[in-house]
């Protein structure tokens, strides 16, 4: 049984006539009539009374055509929900994003955009450190990730700038220094600096070590999780050095300075398998990366 048996049932059942249906599927009648009488042979069962005036639907022919029509409108769904897929218009989305990526406002306009010229995707977000975001998107359990840092010597991946951000010293509010930073970062080397593993990601740790060592500083690390900086400091454990992106969510309790010896930008990306040809995906790195009227105040 084939899809044109379906339809080719469909058309006389509706015109209650071989011949009406065929000349509206523009076939010839016996061609037709064989086609019908196919099925019912496939089926094992008649699906018309025929008489001189035209055929009329069986009690099973009745049910067979419920059946069908409900299967040929999802076949035809499926279908349109196939080429919206294939334009980029339907499907879903899973997109690694670290924490506090979450409430950067310009990300936000940018995801809100994308949802707004794209209803029909179901964009999944999955909160994620960018070491965990770059196996995932290796693994293929996520599509792509929006990542801070990474070796940029992977072939594996790449990535297309989503923004850039600075880097900012966080204080508790009732240090010394939260009215006025030190003037260099060396004249914090007796302070406790709030710190998160290596492994939670290598790129990034390495990063701020080397922002550290260029100023003069070797830190006195009171190791944390990489997800609590901001609170350990709230709660004067230390003083730490964060993304830009912190002062979007940072507790009252802490101060961030901007800083000479912290002068290095670095880019937020969106990154993807090299070999990715999702056109979803590729929809939504155009969005991501796009300015819009209203992101120049954020950038």
């Known amino acids: 049984m084939e899809i ?18 065929a000349r509206k599927l ?31 639907l069986t009690a099973a022919g009745k049910q ?5 029509q409900k ?12 080429l919206r897929a294939a334009a980029g218009l339907e499907g879903s ?12 406002p310009l990300i936000l306009q940018r995801l809100r955009r994308f949802q707004r010229a794209f209803p029909n995707v179901a964009l999944m977000l999955e909160p994620a450190l960018s070491t965990q975001q770059l196996i995932r998107v290796k693994e293929a359990r996520i599509d792509g990730g929006l990542v801070a840092l990474r070796d940029p010597n ?47 990601s290598p790129v990034y740790h390495d990063y701020l070590i080397h922002q550290c060592q260029r100023a003069g500083l070797s830190p006195r690390l009171v190791p944390i999780g990489a997800d609590v900086t901001l609170g350990m400091v709230a709660a004067g454990m230390g003083y730490s050095i964060v993304t830009e992106i912190s002062k979007y969510n940072c507790p009252k ?29 590729r929809e939504f790195a155009r969005v991501m990366s796009t300015s819009g009227p209203r992101d120049a105040k954020h950038a």
Not at 71 to 82: F, G, T, V
Not at 93 to 104: A, C, D, E, K
Not at 161 to 177: E, T
């Open 4 to 21: 044109r048996h379906l339809r080719y049932f469909q058309a006389v059942a509706e015109h209650g006539s071989v011949a009406q249906a």
């Open 26 to 56: 523009n076939i010839v009648q016996p061609a037709l009539s064989r086609q019908i009488h196919d099925l019912e042979e496939q089926l094992g069962t008649p699906l018309f009374e025929r008489s001189v005036r035209g055929v009329q």
């Open 64 to 68: 067979f055509a419920r059946d069908t």
């Open 71 to 82: 299967l040929l409108a999802e076949l035809d769904a499926a279908r349109d929900r196939a």
């Open 93 to 104: 989305l899973r997109i690694g994003i670290s924490p506090n990526h979450t409430w950067h």
């Open 154 to 200: 992977d072939k594996e991946l790449t990535g297309i700038k989503v923004l850039s951000s600075g880097l900012l010293l966080a204080v508790p509010s009732h240090s010394k220094y939260a009215k006025k930073p030190p003037a260099r970062l060396h004249d914090l080397r007796d302070e406790p600096y709030v710190w998160f593993p290596r492994e939670r």
């Open 253 to 281: 309790e802490v101060v961030l300075h901007h800083h000479p010896d912290l002068s290095d930008v670095h880019d937020v990306e969106l990154v993807m398998r090299s070999d990715a040809d999702s056109p979803i995906l």
